[in-house]
Every structure is written in C-alpha cells, then in structure tokens.
C-alpha cells in the first residue's frame, strides 16, 4: 500500500517526519519497505521557480501556426512572455508556470532561449511535466482567484514524500489511509482527524431498488443514485493524489470509487443507471450456465457459487470482484448508481482464484472489510461525485442483514506483565488499547469493528499493548530455571532422519499437500490440480525430480518429511493421517538401499526385506519392508534410471528401541570370507541373509550381498548370490577351524531351507 504522507497528514497531526513515521510503523505495526521521493526536487531553491501565473495576453506566434505567444503575470514587477504549444486556454487564465532556472521531475533545467524569433522566458505546464498525472494534450489550468506568484507547491502537490506499507495479511483496515492514519495517531498520540466526508443536501427522493437474495454473501449493501452526472476528467489534485498511490486515472465518477476505496479501505462501484433493465439491483448467486463479460473485456463462465450483482434480467457484475461491460461508467453517461456493500470473504476469495482473477477490491474484500465502513465510503463517495461531477444526488437505500456486533473481551493486567517481562501500569494498558479504539467497560473491552478479524482473544489485546512497547521490553534471555520445553522422542527421531538423509546428500524438499486425484477429495477445490489430500509422498517428488531435470540440474537427490492422508477408519470421521519419510535420487536401486539402510542403521533398526511388486517400480529391482518400499523406478515414470522409496516414519518411530544398548568393540580381528550360492530365482536375498545370520549366531559380525550373477554355469530359471561375511569373538581371534565349523552350519542351513548350493 503506497501512501502519500501529505494525504496521510490530512487525517492526522503529529509531530514527526516521514522517516519516523515509517520506523514507528515498522516496529509496531508493518513493513515500511521505503519512503520514496516523488514530484519536484526541493534542491537549491528549485520549488520557488515555479509559480502560479495570469494570463494577460495570449495570440498566435507570429512566426508559427502551432504556438501561442503569451504575457503571463508571475508576481514579478513585470509580466514574462512565454511561447506555448497549447491552445487549451486563452487570456485570463490561471496557470502553472516554470521560470528560468526551474528543473523538471524528468532532470531538464529550463532557461531563457528563443523559439522562433521570440524569447521565453519559462513554461506553462502541463501535468506530465511535473508528475501529477499523464496527460500532455494540454495546459493545466487552475482554479481562478488565485494570486499572481503564489508559489505553485502552495497549489498543487509538487513534492512529496510516499510510505511504501505492507501489512500483515490479518491487518485489512491498514489498507487505507484512515487506516494507517489511526496506527499513527496511536502511536505518537497525534489527533486523528473524523472519518473524511459530510453528505451534501439530497436533491430529490427517487426510490433505488435494492434486493438481496444471499445475506450470508452480502450483508449490506448501499445504493446511492446520481442525475444529471458530467463524466469527465479529474482534477489535478485528485489526479496526482492516485498516481502518487500507484492508481492509473480514469475519469471524475472512476477516481471517486477509487480515492474512497483508498482513504477508507471499502471498495466501490458504479453503474450507468440507464442501463440497468429494470431500474433494479439484485445480490444472488450466478445461475447455471450464467456468463459474464466483465470490464477487462473477458466472457467469464459462472458457477452457482459465485456471487453476483444482477438487474432484472442479468449478471451485470462480479461482486467484490470486478463489474460488468454492459454498464460501465463511460463518456456519455449522465445516470449513476454507486454500491457501496459488504460481501463475506471466503466466497469471494474462491471466485477470485477459480477464475484468476484479482483486483485491488478482491484483494481486500478476501482479507476482510469493516461491514461498518460502508455507510461512510458511500457519504463521501456521494460528496465527491457531486462536488467533480456536477451530479444531483436524487435517491438512497441502505438494505442490511445482521450486522455483527462489537465482541467483548476481558484483560487480566497482571496476565500483560507476565508475558511482556514489563511492569505496564494497568491504567497505561487502558490507554494503548483505548488510543487504538478499544473501548473499555470495566475489565472488558469492545473490539472496533475494522478489527474484528483479528482480535478474538485476551493475548491478542496484550499482543496489541506488546507492541507499543517494544522499544522498552529488555533482550534479557530466561532464567535458567524458568527455561522449559523439551523436543519428544518422536521429533527427536524426527530430525535424526532429516539430519541422516542430509548427510545422504539429499536435499528437503517441500511439496504441495493437495494433489489432483486421492481417497480424499475436497468438496470445493481451488483447482483440478489441487483436488485431493495425498495418500503418498513419492509422486510429488517424482514431479520435483521431473522439474529439476527440465531446468538442467544434475546429481538430483531430494527427501520429504511430511503428512499423508487416508479415508477415515474410526468413528471420528477424521482423515487418518501418517508421517511418511520419501526420498528420491538420480542412480537406482542401490542409491536408495543405501540411503533407507542409513536410515534404519540410525534408528538402530535392521531392514526386513522381501520382494515387492509395486507397479511404479522396476520389476526385479525393488523391496518391501516392514515400514514401506524401496526400489528403482519404473522407467515410464521418469527419463534416466532413478532409485527411490518411502517409508512409514511413524511406524519407524514406534519400532526403534528406547534405549540403546552398544555393544563393546572386540580388540581382535575378524575372519572374512565370501560365500556364493546359487537358488532359484524366487528366493529373496533378504531371506537368504537372515537365514545366515541365524545359523551363523553370535559370531557373525556382518554380512552384505556384493554379486549376483545369472547365466549358463548356474543353469536356467537360478542365480548366483554372493555374500560377504565377517566371523569375530570379544575374547580371541578365531581359528581357521572355528571358522570353518560357523561355515559349515551356514552351509547347511541354506541348503536345507532353500535348496542352495555352494558354489565352489
């Protein structure tokens, strides 16, 4: 929200700079990312050569068609002659002028030269040419009375300084200047001037014919109706008023919606009255089938959902959102209608996003606008219209549901103490609160009404006290023994595995937890892609690796920590939700057995592998455990070879002991041998490798699988595994013989279980 400290200053009085406001702000209240610089330099008396002039004498130069050479008083002893290229006024009016030695927002410094045989001595402006607006067609011309040399930034605002705001999502009224004006007041206890506008007399009593058919969608809304309008340009002030706010000028009536919107934080809206079918508006929701051409010129498709404003025969408008072609506000347009409502957010979000659409109004509306401020927006939106425009303000309605009402919450002084670290006088806290329009009832206090949608709660007032002592709260860490909180087994084990797949070489990652298609679909989703709450993290990694190859990225290796989610099975009628760990990398199979065996080695778990036949992976390169899967990818999911599995971290969790029991490391060295067996194919080698160890009992230190071979010496439908084995004992080194012994009861068990043969 960009605000110009010179409307800012209309709402309030302080004693403090820009730059003070802006520290002010962003301690307490939002981010203060700049305060820029707009309009006229103020450098070496540059601001006194630019002056309110009258035009004595204006003919055509006598050496072009296209200039005017004019006598203008500037408050000098004598009158200045100025060669102009406009034709947009004559002798007798008032304008802006630069003389001599003036520099221009755009860097050029003006100097007495001759055009065409004839010395100026200056410029008659245009608004272009010192920042107040975009047009060039013409001279601006300014209101009569004003005397000859009066400096020109008495005038009009050639300087000023702009607040570039960004408050947090839960602060909607700071998206106002009023709003901002408020904060301000409250925190350097400056005057904060009434809410802006005053309406002026009715001229008439036309009955305006409002209907609301969803109140849950639109509370309130105010119709006001406008005659004999004169659509047409806005004034300077107005006009340099939006652009320093960072708004592009349309017309007069246009702005007025736009300045109010502005100022007080309501968006508005007019129509062309005559162009209503009926004379009427209705609030309700879109019929099936409905279409809208909205004022970006887009035929939008409608849903029964959405919430429209309608005439007696059609949608004329997205309400909250944007408005409708068929009766924008135009040249020719003498009749207007001006809504000034309130619409429920969380509707008008999901129109926005499900038609990707978004506008200054919605983004409002989404966070929440004061149903109260309505009434006000349309006061001085009406003074305005008819102030610009010429109008006759001739009709009124103001329908209303159920307003809420202020909510009342009770303030424990003490309780403020104990969590700010800060003795703060109960009466002080009143004070804060009451500057920041907290009434106060006893111990109570009355929400205001434009901050209803954040302020629910006792700590939320001590929130709103904290922040007006910040500077006063001390950098003091806790006592030690008033420290407490500790990480549970579970987030222990948690970060263990993020810190074991890090160490990996795997990098976190962070993917959406709605995806297109699940057990769990959401009744109104944002979108197709959006639909459903996972039942796997894998997929979203697969897309992430996919990505990462597309941009050019090589050694891919990514892990997630996260939610999954599966149709309720107790009675509750909850999502039944699991912490999955998942993991991807660029390799195989092999990668992602190592990375999972770090896994289990970490939580002092051994993997239980048997063969998985998941259709997402390659047939023969992958394994299921007790907690979930690991394996090589199919190669029609991904280009490249890809190892990847996903695991239960909850179940891991649940298995992992609770203590650690280590046991001593043995001084002497251990007999290694390798051992080959041939099987059939549909004997795992996980089997095999706990048949092993179970034979082999105690004295079997380790053992891995390191070759696998296939072909005519082992003979068809057989394979050969290979397995390197480790034999030791804490008291001696084993003997060739007792080596032989622990071999030979390996050997056996094998063959009896499995039919295996040792190869020699």
């Known amino acids: 929200m960009k605000v110009p400290v010179s409307w800012l200053r209309e709402y309030v009085r302080v004693d403090a700079s820009a730059t003070e406001i802006a520290r002010a702000l962003s301690i307490s209240t939002g981010e203060v990312n700049e305060v820029l610089l707009v309009g006229v330099s103020q450098e070496n008396g540059n601001l006194d050569r630019f002056r309110v002039g009258v035009v004595l004498e204006a003919a055509k130069h006598p050496n072009a068609d296209r200039l005017q ?14 060669v102009c290229g406009a034709w947009n006024f004559g002798a007798g009016a008032t304008v802006a002028v630069a003389l001599p030695g003036a520099t221009l927002p755009n860097g050029l410094t003006l100097d007495r030269r001759e055009l065409r045989g004839q010395v100026s001595e200056g410029m008659i402006l245009a608004e272009d040419e010192v920042d107040l607006g975009t047009d060039h067609d013409g001279i601006m011309v300014l209101d009569d009375g004003l005397a000859p040399g009066t400096p020109l930034a008495d005038v009009l605002p050639l300087v000023d300084q702009v607040l570039d705001v960004e408050p947090t999502g839960n602060r909607p009224d700071l998206l106002s200047v009023y709003g901002i004006a408020r904060e301000v007041a409250a925190l350097f206890g400056g005057e904060l001037a009434p809410v802006p506008g005053v309406d002026p007399p009715s001229a008439g009593d036309e009955p305006v014919d409002i209907q609301i058919e969803d109140y849950d969608g639109c509370p309130r809304y105010v119709g006001r109706l406008f005659r004999d309008v004169a659509v047409g340009g806005s004034p300077v002030w107005l006009k340099a008023r939006l652009r320093a706010a960072g708004v592009r000028s349309i017309s007069n009536v246009v702005d007025v919606t736009n300045y109010v919107m502005l100022a007080l934080g309501s968006p508005l809206h007019v129509f062309d009255f005559d162009t209503l079918h009926g004379g009427r508006v209705i609030v309700r929701r879109a019929r099936a089938g409905e279409e809208l051409r909205t004022l970006d010129g887009t035929l939008r498709k409608l849903l029964p959902s959405d919430l429209l404003i309608a005439d007696a025969d059609r949608a004329i408008a997205l309400a909250a959102i944007m408005g409708g072609a068929e009766t924008e506000v135009a040249e020719g347009t003498t009749s207007v209608l001006l809504e000034a409502a309130n619409f429920e957010p969380v509707g008008i979000l999901r129109s926005s996003e499900r038609l990707g659409l978004r506008s200054e109004a919605s983004n409002r509306w989404e966070k929440g606008v004061d149903p109260h401020v309505a009434g006000a927006a349309a006061t001085l939106a009406t003074q305005l219209i008819v102030e610009l425009s010429g109008a006759r303000w001739t009709g009124h309605a103001d329908v209303q549901g159920t307003l809420p009402e202020r909510s009342r919450i009770v303030l424990r002084p003490e309780r403020t103490d104990a969590l700010l670290g800060l003795a703060v006088p109960a009466e002080e806290q009143r004070a804060i609160l009451g500057r920041l329009g907290f009434d106060a009832e006893g111990d109570d206090f009355l929400v205001p009404t434009w901050r209803a949608r954040d302020v629910a709660r006792e700590i939320d007032l001590i929130e709103e006290i904290a922040r007006f002592k910040m500077d006063e709260i001390p950098f003091t860490l806790p006592r030690r023994d008033a420290m407490f909180g500790r990480l549970t087994r579970w987030q222990r084990l948690r970060r263990l595995a993020e810190d074991v797949l890090a160490g990996c070489g795997y990098a976190e990652a962070y993917t959406p937890t709605f995806v297109a298609d699940g057990e769990l679909r ?13 039942t796997t993290l894998y997929a979203s990694l697969v897309a992430a690796a996919r990505h990462n190859v597309a941009v050019g990225n090589s050694e891919i290796a990514l892990f997630e920590i996260a939610r999954v989610y599966h149709a309720p099975s107790g009675s ?15 390799g195989g199979f092999a990668d992602a057995k190592w990375a999972v065996e770090q896994l289990y080695g970490a939580l002092k778990l051994e993997p239980s592998y048997e063969r998985a036949t998941e259709a997402f992976l390659h047939p023969g390169k992958s394994a299921r455990t007790d907690e979930g899967w690991v394996g090589e990818l199919h190669p029609s999911l991904l280009d490249g070879v890809w190892g990847a599995f996903e695991l239960d971290l909850d179940a891991l969790v649940a298995a992992a002991p609770q203590a650690v029991a280590f046991d001593e490391v043995s001084p002497f060295p251990e007999v290694r041998q390798d051992l080959a067996f041939v099987v059939g194919e549909d004997v795992p080698a996980a089997s095999l490798a706990a048949a092993l160890r179970e034979a082999a009992g105690p004295e079997l230190r380790a053992v891995a699988v390191f070759d696998e071979y296939r072909g005519e010496q ?22 060739d013989e007792e080596a032989a012994v622990l071999r030979g009861r390996i050997v056996d068990a094998l063959a009896e279980r499995f039919g295996a043969v040792l190869r020699a």
């Open 69 to 82: 050479l004019c006598r203008v008083d500037v408050g000098e002893p004598e009158p200045v002659q100025i």
């Open 572 to 586: 509750s009628g909850l999502p039944d939700e699991r912490w999955h760990v998942a993991g991807i990398v660029e």
């Open 714 to 735: 082992v003979g068809p439908g057989k394979r050969s595994l290979a397995f390197r084995v480790a034999f030791g004992s804490p008291e001696r080194t084993l003997t």
């Open 522 to 534: 959401l009744p109104e989703p944002l979108s197709a892609e959006a639909a459903a709450l996972r």
